[in-house]
């Protein structure tokens, strides 16, 4: 499977900017440049929930594509959010379960200069 073609041919992702940067043994990071369109906010550049939850959804599922080579469907994602984003953001995955249908990974989402922005945790279908 071609990492790269699958992720950058998913329409919601593409639209909103999400980029895979790398999906490899198990781990993963990606990033968004973040526009006047994707702000809750008329008067301040902030992102939306659904751009931050969407960037760690992409990132946590890439990390396990990156070892079972197939998509894997969401099941259900905990995010929690820790502080506003007002600029590009960036997310890091890890895989921390790898079982025979199902996969869990952990995902920090920060923004351009390095504060945390979101903590989330996703389970995949893997199988």
Same mark, same amino acid.
């Given at each position: 499977m071609?990492?790269?073609? @699958?992720f950058?041919?998913?329409? @919601?992702?593409?639209?909103l +900017? $999400?980029e895979? #940067?790398?999906?490899?043994?198990?781990e993963?990071?990606g990033? &968004?440049?973040?526009?006047?369109e #994707?702000?809750?906010?008329a008067?301040?550049?902030?992102?939306?929930?659904?751009v931050?939850f969407t #960037?760690a959804? !992409? %990132?946590?599922g890439?990390? #396990?594509?990156? &070892?079972?080579?197939?998509? $894997?469907? !969401?099941i259900?994602?905990r %995010?929690d959010? &820790?502080n506003?984003?007002?600029g590009d953001l960036?997310?890091?995955?890890e895989?921390?379960?790898?079982? +025979?249908?199902v996969? $869990?990974?952990?995902?920090?989402?920060?923004?351009?200069v390095?504060?945390? %922005?979101?903590?989330? $945790?996703?389970v995949?279908? !893997?199988?």
């Open positions: 071609d990492i790269d073609a @699958f950058e041919s998913m329409p @919601f992702a593409s639209m +900017g $999400v895979v #940067l790398e999906a490899t043994d198990g993963a990071r990033r &968004l440049d973040m526009r006047d #994707l702000s809750w906010n008067d301040e550049l902030m992102a939306h929930g659904g931050t #960037l959804d !992409t %990132i946590g890439a990390a #396990l594509v990156s &070892l079972v080579e197939q998509p $894997v469907p !969401t259900d994602m %995010i959010y &820790l506003v984003a007002r960036e997310a890091e995955a895989v921390v379960r790898l079982g +025979g249908d996969g $869990v990974s952990e995902v920090m989402v920060t923004d351009e390095g504060n945390d %922005i979101a903590r989330a $945790v996703g995949y279908k !893997t199988g």
